[in-house]
């Protein structure tokens, strides 16, 4: 049984950085897609970051292109989401999900992609 736990999440002000973990069970990350992805009140969850090839590939949305960096330790089972400079904007819960496939062109346009979802960890930007 695969289980996503995410941790990390809290209150900064802006300017501020964080760090959330994902850890994976019964899931070997291989060459599989995983994402983070987020959520605003009232908004659709959206993309943030994924990482593909083992590792090797990593994609970002515009909107934090240079501020985050999504990183995987395969030995630990974990999956990173480094955050800095962070925004008012960034606010949302902050959700990591898992793909038994590799990475296709939708693996930030469709949820379906993604087999297996953590709870989320909510993440509080103040200005």
Known sequence: ???????????????????L???ASGYTFSRNCFGWFRQAPGKER???AIIYAA?????YADSVKGRF???????KN???????SLKPEDTAMYLCAA???????????RLTE?????QGTQVTVSS
């Open 1 to 19: 049984q695969v289980q996503l736990v995410e941790s990390g999440g809290g209150s900064v002000q802006a300017g501020g950085s964080l760090r």
């Open 21 to 23: 973990s994902c850890a």
């Open 46 to 48: 959206e993309g943030v």
């Open 55 to 59: 590792g090797v590939g990593t994609y």
């Open 69 to 75: 960096t999504i990183s995987q330790d395969n030995a």
């Open 78 to 84: 974990t999956t990173y989401l480094e955050m800095n």
């Open 99 to 109: 793909s038994q496939r590799p990475c296709s062109r939708y693996a930030f346009s």
């Open 114 to 118: 993604y087999n297996y979802w953590g």
